[in-house]
């Protein structure tokens, strides 16, 4: 049988590590997807430009639309990141009955239903591994591996930029811009770094990965999205002599009365193996009502590892690529006509645990004054660090854990602990996770 025909639309990181597994690997792809694999033509926005890959054979021009319309093409692989043109030229390419495989997760995020559906009514496949937590196969696990379990929450770090500045952070004291420039030099970062910082990102893939394990539409716009600007190395401190680590959560959760699509700095206990996930790498933490707890841990981005997800859905796809549509996995795990409309909850109805900071006056009364407000409002205090008066200063750090409780509520309590005369500014709030087997 003639090998299938994959046209690239860029020719970048992960464009070349593609191109690189997919020559070194050929022999062993070939016996999996039963036909072999190549790449016989890339568009780029710059064909002068070097790449770091070996391109013989491969046909490179600036000419993306072209790719997408060339018959002799079958499977088009989007790698240009970014909603424009990419959505353009997938939506041309489904037009024209080829498959494709993209790492594009702001696309499928954004715009995935409508790509999705023009997919399904065409008969072609749109397979997207690679967009949510690089080399990991974490689509895969939830879409068919969990597929006999009623999935009651995820958690994930999934933006490994934001988990390589926070562990630098604690554990080299290092300056978040001279960390994020080094996240950047290695090309984990985005190409505008405040997708990684904001927590953007994380959302795109928080979006997708909920879609997925509840069968729910695509909402990337009812994500709550927290980047990791505002921590401070304090906070990162003080959470560790309390047994906690910080880390840039994303976290869905199926409640009685809906779902929580949530993306923010989480304290973790310092036990969990997620919480010891450092530096650039990911961690999804996916709880089925039947296997229980599930852990899956991976490089979240770089050339091979992303690679190894395009693969692999390149071998899905050839695999496929004669079964009857009506037989395929379904893009969102969930058959296309029964994916539920459980309402994704505002982030006041949310329930979580928290860590408070706030600068008090250092002198009788001013801690109950703080319990009195949090009593009043039903909210229990799991524990309390006051730290001694910095050398000249009348203020002094007074930090809290909380159970759990509605967001809404601790808004109201924290807005009247903000009025007390003796708490000077605002108290820094961060969300608290146990992530045990009870769902909290
Ligand atoms: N910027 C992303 C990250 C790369 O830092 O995780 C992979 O999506």
Known sequence: MRPVRVGLLGLG????????????NADEIA???GRAIEVVRAAVRDPARPRPCVTEGISVDGDARALVEDPAIDVVVELIGGTDPARELVLAAIERGKHVVTANKALIALHGNEVFEAAQRRGVMVAFEAAVAGGIPIIKALREGLAGNRILWVAGIINGTSNFILTEMRDAGREFADVLAEAQARGYAEADPTFDVEGIDAAH???????????????FERVYTEGIGRLTAEDVAYAGELGYRVKHLGIARRTEEGVELRVHPTLIPERRLIANVDGVMNAVLVMGDAVGPTLYYGAGAGAEPTASAVVADLVDV????TADPGN?????????????DHPVLPMEAVETAYYLR??????PGVLAEVARILGERGISIEAVIQKEPRAGETHVPLILLTHRVREGRMNEA???????????????RIRLETLDAGGQ
């Open 13 to 24: 990181t992960v464009g070349c590590g593609t191109v690189t597994v997919l020559r070194r």
């Open 31 to 33: 016996r999996r997807a």
């Open 205 to 219: 893939k928080l979006t997708i990965l909920a879609s997925i394990a509840f069968g729910i539409p695509l909402q």
């Open 318 to 321: 050839v695999r496929t690529m």
């Open 328 to 340: 395929r996995v379904p893009h969102l795990a969930f058959q296309p006509d029964a994916l539920a």
């Open 358 to 363: 706030m600068e008090v006056e250092d002198r």
């Open 414 to 428: 924290l807005a009247a602990i903000e009025a007390l005369p003796p708490v000077r500014g605002s108290v820094t």
